[in-house]
């Protein structure tokens, strides 16, 4: 398949593997070209956890598209970050074209874009990846058979894994790092799955009209699996984050300190960019801005004390005081990704309530669990808070947390992701330019 055509330019890769080391040829013609083409702002995005390479090239340069008519003036150079993700082909995204869709089989069958990316996500996993597609496809009714599969998953997305990527699995210091494995996988596979399963009727049937039948359990093993990969991601997005592309940043500034750069990040990308902050080197102030769109990750992390325990803060508290610019959140109550299904993904971290406690508080701002992308960042004192339309009207601050409530255009998509990946509009372009002062 021909690579998508990039809509801007200068344009550079940046490249990681799952341990944040980066290609070097990449790395060394972004920090020679940028100062080739004497760049002045430099708007570097990640994507998310949901993206393989060729949907997060398309996601750059679709988002990227109207950023030089906002800023005609500026001398503006542009990065996409690519890191090892895992793409769930049946999650719909607003404005991008579903390979194969009329060939997708029906939850909980694996399709074939899936499983591909699995095996290249999941490398030397391929017979444990037949095993997980096999029971997937056949359905078997017994309890045990349940419980198996819940040993695969765990056996793929390596629980407690060798290397760095074990220091990277907490957003708080309540959750502390995690050196056994999660509730969700040292719990009961067949009450897991139940309780996906229930999510996932009502997001599809709203106000209990799903409650006529009960869900197949399989359709929550499939969630599981979906979530397993989500944690093996937020693990690799905090690694690459604070290992890969704060060092590179740092690099950066070492060979062209007048370069002003923009984080971006979507999903597990914008945790990605916030971890980034925390592996900046000593000094460095050439981060201008960060953007986090529809973050998936707690919205306590740079918190210094979370309400619910207060000798406990966020794992990033204070790392926005490392931008030379506000750090600005984008959320929407149209994000049922993070608004239910997170909560119950955040089960991982061994948090001792029930699913459906963790369910019903996280439909409040208040939730112990709650996303930066559904809620906007909390616990920070003097975050300012406004809708899209005022943000883009007003001039705004200058340092600091800044939410910004973006459901008036993050709001379309299908169960069970809802708007979380509707992020490509020019509004949300013309934020990460007034975020970024850029002229």
């Not at 939850?107 to 490398?123: C, G, Q, S, V, Y």
């Not at 220091?167 to 009961?188: C, K, N």
């Not at 883009?392 to 990946?421: F, M, T, W, Y």
């Amino acid at each position: 398949m021909a690579e998508p055509a990039m809509s801007v330019s200068p344009y550079w890769e940046l490249t990681f593997d799952a341990d944040g080391d980066t290609d070097g040829g990449k790395r060394d013609r972004l920090l020679a070209g940028v100062a080739e083409h004497d760049v002045r702002d430099l708007v570097v995005f990640s994507h998310g956890w949901n993206s393989d390479r060729s949907g997060a090239t398309r996601l750059y340069s679709r988002f990227f598209a109207p950023i030089p008519a906002l800023a005609p003036a500026a001398r503006l150079g542009y990065v996409g970050v690519v890191w090892p993700s895992m793409r769930f082909s049946d999650e719909p995204i607003p404005d991008f074209p579903r390979a194969l869709a009329a060939e997708l089989p029906p939850r909980p069958a694996l399709d074939k874009d899936t499983r591909h990316a699995l095996l290249e996500t999941f490398p030397g996993r391929a017979t444990v990846i037949d095993q997980i597609a096999r029971m997937l496809d056949q359905q078997p009714r017994e309890e045990r058979e349940l419980e198996e599969f819940g040993r695969l998953v765990r056996l793929l997305v390596d629980v407690v894994p060798p290397g760095p990527q074990v220091l990277f699995a907490a957003d708080t210091m309540a959750e502390g790092v995690q050196q056994s494995e999660p509730l969700m996988f040292s719990g009961s596979t067949a009450e897991i799955c139940e309780e996906f399963a229930r999510a996932l009727a009502e997001l599809e049937s709203p106000g209990g009209r799903a409650g006529f039948s009960l869900p197949n359990p399989w359709d929550g093993a499939h969630e599981l699996l979906r979530q397993a990969t989500y944690y093996a991601m937020k693990r690799r997005a905090g690694t690459v984050g604070e290992r890969g592309l704060g060092r590179v940043v740092g690099q950066l500034a070492a060979k062209a300190p007048n370069t002003r750069v923009h984080l971006v990040g979507h999903s597990f990308g914008a945790r990605l960019v916030s971890f980034a902050l925390r592996g900046l080197p000593q000094g460095v102030r050439t981060v201008k801005s960060v953007t986090l769109l529809q973050g998936a990750f707690s919205h306590y992390a740079f918190a210094a004390r979370l309400p619910h325990d207060p000798r406990a803060g966020g794992v990033l508290q204070g790392q926005h005081l490392r931008i030379d610019g506000p750090l600005v959140c984008c959320h929407s109550r149209h994000d049922s990704a993070l608004g239910t299904i997170y909560p119950l993904a955040s089960r991982m971290a061994g948090d001792a309530q029930g699913a459906a406690a963790e369910l019903a508080l996280a439909r409040g701002l208040g939730a112990k669990w709650g996303a930066m992308g559904y809620g906007g960042v909390q616990a920070v004192p003097g975050t300012q808070a406004f809708k899209l339309a005022a943000a883009l009207k007003a001039k705004l601050p200058a340092s600091g947390c800044v939410n910004v409530d973006a459901a008036e255009v993050v709001r379309r998509g299908g169960a069970p992701s809802g708007a979380h990946s509707d992020i490509v509009h020019r509004e949300l372009a013309q934020l990460v330019v007034a975020a970024g002062r850029i002229r």
